[in-house]
């Protein structure tokens, strides 16, 4: 069902970049969650009839998992601690969404990992091993289109969550790169915690450091979900220079972070775009309400 994204020459802030559509491949089901849970979508579980996971109420991987259940005719459960009056009585964005395409919601509930075998259990964000198998289509993508265009190295930047997208794609590009005798760097940054904060998720997945990106960051302190002037006027930009329409969540810290260290731009360097605009719903209102610019 995901077809092979297409790459495009941005221009931004006087810099040339490579951007990976990974926003362009399905209506609904794109982004890094598509390859985060492409092994769900790609193969047959005869005994599933339910998928039961947990975060916030605006989560991109909600909305993502709510397609995945639907597309499979499965029943979607998913916990979260509290839903804002304001999203509750005017839903929109990845809530609305979910919600459409039949998510059973449960507010200010624990969650306790189910052990009945007719249920998927899937953790916060898709933080799990199960996620490799659509990366690892991803790094092979990436590769071919770096051949096909005779790019001899190449960085490649992603802003991080969980780090499970960056990791794994940093994993699977070492394999494949050893065969194909190429050998791109993954950048990352810290978007949700800092850097101490994503190398323990790192660890989690992978005890192999050699397989882990390479975290880089601004160094004021960033709080996840705050709205910054600063991310507010990058997105802005970023829609102006280049007409690409990004999330903003985590492309503006993205987009900060990876200007504020030209050592990576030295190389070309490629930037993937894993998606998450439907949640602008949700924080553009916030953004325009707060600074109106």
């Given at each position: 069902?995901?077809?092979n ?5 941005i221009?931004?802030?006087g810099?040339?970049?490579y951007?990976k559509r ?8 794109s ?7 492409y092994?769900f979508?790609e193969n ?6 339910k998928?039961v996971?947990?975060g ?5 991987a ?9 597309m499979?005719g499965w029943?979607?459960?998913y ?6 009056d304001y999203l509750?009585?005017?839903?929109h964005g990845?809530?609305?969404g979910?919600i ?9 509930r624990?969650?306790l990992?189910?052990?009945n075998?007719?249920i998927?259990y899937i953790?916060e964000?898709g933080?799990?091993?199960?996620a490799?198998?659509?990366?690892k289509?991803?790094?092979?993508e990436?590769l071919e289109?770096?051949?096909?265009n ?9 802003p991080?969550?969980t780090?499970t997208t960056?990791?794994f794609?940093?994993?699977s590009?070492n394999?494949e ?7 791109p760097t ?7 915690g800092?850097?101490d ?7 989690e ?6 397989h882990h990106p390479?975290i880089?960051s601004l160094?004021?302190k960033?709080h996840f ?5 600063e991310?507010y006027?990058?997105?802005l930009?970023l829609?102006?220079?280049t007409?690409v329409v990004?999330?903003?969540l985590y492309?503006?810290l ?7 260290h030209?050592e990576?731009?030295?190389k ?5 775009h894993?998606?998450?605009v ?6 553009l209102?916030?953004?325009e309400?707060?600074?109106?610019m």
């Open positions: 069902m995901i077809k994204s297409p790459v495009e020459m221009s931004f802030e810099h040339s970049f951007l990974d926003d362009l491949l399905h209506a609904d089901f982004g890094n969650k598509a390859r985060k849970f092994y979508l047959d579980f005869p005994d599933i009839t998928i996971s947990y916030s109420a605006q989560s991109n909600m909305y993502s998992l709510s397609v995945l259940a639907k499979k029943e979607f459960e916990y979260v601690d509290h839903v804002a509750r009585d005017n839903p990845n809530y609305a979910a459409k395409n039949g998510m059973q919601l449960h507010v200010g624990g969650i990992t189910p052990t075998q007719n998927l953790e964000g933080r799990q091993k199960e490799e198998y659509g990366i289509i991803l790094a092979q990436i289109w770096q051949k096909e005779n790019i001899k190295e190449l960085n490649i930047f992603l991080s969550g780090g960056a990791l794609l940093q994993k590009l394999i790169g050893v065969v194909r005798g190429q050998h993954v950048y990352t940054c810290p978007c949700v800092d850097s904060y994503l190398k323990k998720q790192f660890f997945l992978e005890e192999d450091e050699n390479r880089i160094e004021k960033h979900g705050k709205l910054y002037r991310n006027k990058i997105w930009k829609q102006q220079q007409g990004f999330d903003l492309d503006p993205g987009w900060r972070t990876l200007l504020a030209p990576v731009m030295a070309p360097t490629l930037y993937i894993q998606g998450g439907l949640g602008n719903e949700s924080m209102p916030r953004y309400r707060k600074y109106g």
